[in-house]
């Protein structure tokens, strides 16, 4: 079914979704007044926040994608994240029945960290990729297909499991190939490769995670002390590519965390916050790393190209 029409018969108008929404609360509009605004399209964030408020789980998200499906923008993000210019596929031959499915920002904000991953899953013989999983081709309004390249080299590599260093790919992937998608947390607590925290640690969860905690569920098993502080901050501000429409919005998002100590596990939410504030990823401290988000995105996009 349209889901403009799930919206349109089902809002009661309560006002929640805007109250709890910086984007419809600076238009004044709810979920339902949104199905009449085409024009805001590409001013969601793509956060979820109005569907976990909202007493009919109705959500803005499915509105703006609906939106963004009838006039798809952004033709560059497209060209360059199908065709991903910085990928470094698996040279192996023969089975990896394990991939590490770096994606393409965690290995450019966290070169150091990822290339100790790399070495552990060469250490067990198994391959890894960068890549785009196209999560944003999809938010760019262009068809949700999955990647034939990855397909040919799941058939080709006989790969049971792909493992995704970053929560988006997580969600994009899941259920759309021919092998199990399981997060990198899974797998360093399968191998014992985890190093546990046992302070307390204040956890911004990314959008794609916040409200179903798939990928937290493993993390929090080694992080026990976690605190829930910034329930406020819907998104980092890079969600939905909104950022590009909503600027102030954005920046105003990534502000309303300042002088703080963050620990998350999406490496865009990392490279957004690390402006203001002292900023852990998991991954690097479970590992004993506990690296620095490095913000310098070319120069470490084309060594991780020719990472080997």
């Given at each position: 079914?349209?889901?403009?029409?799930?919206?349109?018969?089902?809002?009661?108008?309560?006002?929640?979704?805007?109250?709890?929404?910086?984007?419809?609360?600076?238009?004044?509009?709810?979920?339902?007044?949104?199905?009449?605004?085409?024009?805001?399209?590409?001013?969601?964030?793509?956060?979820?926040?109005?569907?976990?408020?909202?007493?009919?789980?109705?959500?803005?998200?499915?509105?703006?994608?609906?939106?963004?499906?009838?006039?798809?923008?952004?033709?560059?993000?497209?060209?360059?994240?199908?065709?991903?210019?910085?990928?470094?596929?698996?040279?192996?031959?023969?089975?990896?029945?394990?991939?590490?499915?770096?994606?393409?920002?965690?290995?450019?904000?966290?070169?150091?960290?990822?290339?100790?991953?790399?070495?552990?899953f060469k250490d067990k013989g198994f391959d890894f990729s960068i890549d785009c999983c196209k999560n944003p081709v999809k938010s760019s309004g262009y068809k949700d297909t999955p990647s034939k390249l990855l397909e040919d080299q799941i058939k080709n590599l006989d790969i049971d499991r792909i493992v995704t260093a970053c929560p988006n790919c997580y969600h994009q992937m899941k259920k759309k190939y021919d092998a199990q998608i399981i997060?990198?947390?899974?797998?360093?607590?399968?191998?014992?490769?985890?190093?546990?925290?046992?302070?307390?640690?204040?956890?911004?969860?990314?959008?794609?995670?916040?409200?179903?905690?798939?990928?937290?569920?493993?993390?929090?098993?080694?992080?026990?002390?976690?605190?829930?502080?910034?329930?406020?901050?819907?998104?980092?501000?890079?969600?939905?590519?909104?950022?590009?429409?909503?600027?102030?919005?954005?920046?105003?998002?990534?502000?309303?965390?300042?002088?703080?100590?963050?620990?998350?596990?999406?490496?865009?939410?990392?490279?957004?916050?690390?402006?203001?504030?002292?900023?852990?990823?998991?991954?690097?401290?479970?590992?004993?790393?506990?690296?620095?988000?490095?913000?310098?995105?070319?120069?470490?996009?084309?060594?991780?190209?020719?990472?080997?």
């Open positions: 079914m349209d889901y403009l029409k799930i919206v349109k018969d089902n809002c009661i108008k309560c006002g929640l979704c805007t109250d709890n929404c910086p984007f419809l609360s600076k238009y004044s509009i709810n979920l339902l007044d949104f199905t009449k605004r085409e024009d805001l399209a590409y001013s969601c964030f793509l956060c979820n926040k109005c569907s976990n408020v909202c007493p009919k789980d109705l959500n803005g998200k499915y509105i703006s994608l609906a939106f963004r499906q009838n006039t798809p923008k952004y033709k560059l993000v497209k060209l360059t994240k199908e065709s991903y210019p910085f990928r470094n596929l698996p040279k192996r031959k023969g089975k990896s029945s394990d991939l590490l499915y770096l994606g393409c920002n965690f290995p450019t904000f966290y070169p150091e960290t990822s290339k100790t991953l790399i070495d552990l997060s990198i947390f899974e797998w360093l607590e399968e191998y014992n490769y985890i190093k546990d925290i046992n302070h307390e640690c204040n956890v911004f969860y990314p959008c794609s995670d916040r409200y179903n905690r798939e990928i937290f569920e493993v993390i929090k098993r080694h992080a026990p002390k976690y605190q829930d502080k910034f329930k406020s901050t819907n998104c980092c501000g890079a969600g939905g590519l909104a950022s590009k429409e909503e600027r102030e919005i954005a920046d105003g998002m990534t502000k309303s965390i300042k002088n703080d100590e963050i620990y998350t596990y999406c490496a865009t939410c990392s490279m957004r916050f690390s402006k203001y504030n002292k900023v852990h990823h998991f991954v690097s401290v479970f590992l004993g790393i506990d690296e620095e988000v490095n913000t310098d995105y070319l120069k470490n996009a084309l060594k991780a190209k020719f990472f080997k």
